[in-house]
């Protein structure tokens, strides 16, 4: 079931800074990560695409970086400055880039999530 792997997810203060990873992005050209909290819409964070143009969301503009190796098939989301409205489960997403960067409908390949829970 699960397509892609992510790691890096854990429990911070606000502050603090963790850095999620994806691994085998399948060499799609389009790659992002969501984040879904209990009761809202998934909603993307961050995309990067073949020519390594990202996007962020308003609410992690500054904080977050996204970023990839495409000879190695990886896909990264350095975030700093967390805040609790980060808390979230996050999730990886691998596709064609036919959409806008934050439709989840663009990705074939998606990963099974991992938890970041940021405390006050």
């Known amino acids: 079931q699960v397509q892609l792997v992510e790691s890096g997810g854990g429990s911070v203060q606000a502050g603090g800074s963790l850095r999620l990873s994806c691994g085998n992005t399948r060499n799609m050209p389009c790659l992002a990560w969501f984040r879904q909290a209990p009761g809202k819409e998934r909603e993307g964070v961050a995309a990067?695409?073949?020519?390594?143009?990202?996007n962020y969301a308003d609410s992690v503009k500054g904080r977050f970086t996204i970023s990839k190796d495409t000879a190695k098939n990886t896909l990264d989301l350095q975030m700093n400055s967390l805040e609790p409205e980060d808390t979230s489960k996050y999730y990886c997403?691998?596709?064609?880039?036919?959409?806008?960067?934050?439709?989840?409908?663009?990705?074939?390949?998606w990963g099974q999530g991992t938890a970041v829970t940021v405390s006050s």
């Open positions: 997403a691998a596709g064609g880039c036919g959409s806008t960067w934050y439709d989840t409908g663009r990705y074939n390949y």
């Open positions: 990067i695409d073949f020519r390594s143009r990202t």
